[in-house]
Nanobody, 125 residues
């Protein structure tokens, strides 16, 4: 079992920055692949970024590449998403997710078997 709790969401103006955190517990954090996803109103959940369990390989959605950075601190069991140059279209509920059976960086929602409750990010124009 892995429990995930996101924090750090909020309201920010376009061009601003936010850093999301995801605290994990219940399983050796360093052994699970982690990812960030988001869901805007009326849209399906979409992939944002992923980081592999130990090697630290990362992969990003084209829409956030160059603006967002995913990282992990295995000593603190915490996942981060640094979001810079935010745009109104980044407005969504952001979810962190963990895959206990897939070790590589992956964008496939179906490979993640643990999810947090989400944190709202709102970017005003």
């Amino acid at each position: 079992q892995v429990q995930l709790v996101e924090s750090g969401g909020g309201l920010v103006q376009a061009g601003g920055s936010l850093r999301l955190s995801c605290a994990a517990s219940g399983r050796t954090f360093s052994s699970v692949t982690m990812g960030w996803f988001r869901q805007a109103p009326g849209k399906e959940r979409e992939f944002v970024a992923t980081i592999a369990s130990s090697a630290g390989n990362t992969y990003y959605a084209d829409s956030v590449k160059g603006r967002f950075a995913i990282s992990r601190d295995n000593g603190k069991n915490t996942l981060y998403l640094q979001m810079n140059s935010l745009k109104p279209e980044d407005t969504a509920v952001y979810y962190c997710a963990a895959s206990s059976y897939y070790s590589g960086a992956t964008s496939y929602t179906g490979r993640y078997n643990y999810w947090g409750q989400g944190t709202q990010v709102t970017v005003s124009s």
